[in-house]
């Protein structure tokens, strides 16, 4: 059985690549990454989040929530608590969007203290608007500390989907590069921030974004 998250070393930047195809949220992937973070903040390197393929995430995985609804609250619990351990990682972090990041997927890559996306292809989208959902707490506190207010509201109101040059517009990417160099750019990006103290750059993410990290860990 192939594993969800391949794990593999960029010169010293620590790549986690997920696998599942369109690496959809339900309560196993959660787990996963979350069992993968644990070993990467271990190493103590910096960490590129990517996918493979045509998708970063495609967000959650609503037939599984539908077939499993005993477990759905454990699994909003765990992907909440992934955020939060992202937004305030002991190490730098960057999502390389190598593809579609749509709703949780794209607060998947919001997570990361920086985001490239591939130029020429993937969308980034919350479509919550037009599958009838609502954010929670968690995401809402997430999303409002990285991206402006207008960002949101021009993406929560329409469900439209931004490929990267608007992206980089909105302020939900910071850079749109060629899909050759991506995960090469975002290794750069993070590398500098080797040997830095664990405790201090996770206390300073901390005060960064201490509502979101709060209502994430602890809500």
């Not at 960490?47 to 454990?74: C, M, R, Y």
């Not at 992206?167 to 040997?195: H, K, N, T, Y």
Request: aromatic share 8%.
């Amino acid at each position: 059985m192939s594993q969800p998250i391949r794990v593999s070393d960029l010169d010293g930047v620590t790549v986690l690549t997920l696998a599942t195809g369109e690496n959809r949220f339900n309560l196993p992937f959660v787990v996963a990454v979350d069992a993968a973070l644990d070993e990467a903040f271990a190493a103590g390197a910096p960490i590129v989040l990517t996918g493979e393929g045509k998708f970063f995430s495609n967000g959650l995985d609503l037939q599984w929530i539908g077939e499993n609804a005993p477990q759905s609250a454990a699994m909003f619990r765990g992907l909440h608590r992934l955020y939060g351990r992202l937004l305030v990682a002991p190490v730098a972090t960057a999502a390389a969007v190598n593809g579609h990041a749509f709703g949780a997927g794209a607060m998947l890559a919001a997570s990361c203290d920086f985001r490239l996306m591939r130029e020429d292809r993937g969308y980034l989208c919350f479509p919550e608007v037009d599958l009838g959902l609502t954010m929670s707490a968690g995401m809402n506190a997430l999303c409002q500390t990285k991206f402006t207010k207008a960002a949101l509201h021009e993406a929560w109101t329409t469900g439209a989907r931004f490929g990267a040059a608007d992206a980089v517009r909105l302020g939900f990417a910071d850079v749109a590069v060629p899909e050759a160099d991506l995960l090469r750019r975002a290794a750069e990006r993070i590398r500098p921030s080797r040997g830095k103290d664990g405790k201090t750059m996770a206390a300073l993410k901390r005060q960064l974004h201490e509502i979101a990290a709060t209502t994430l860990l602890e809500g």
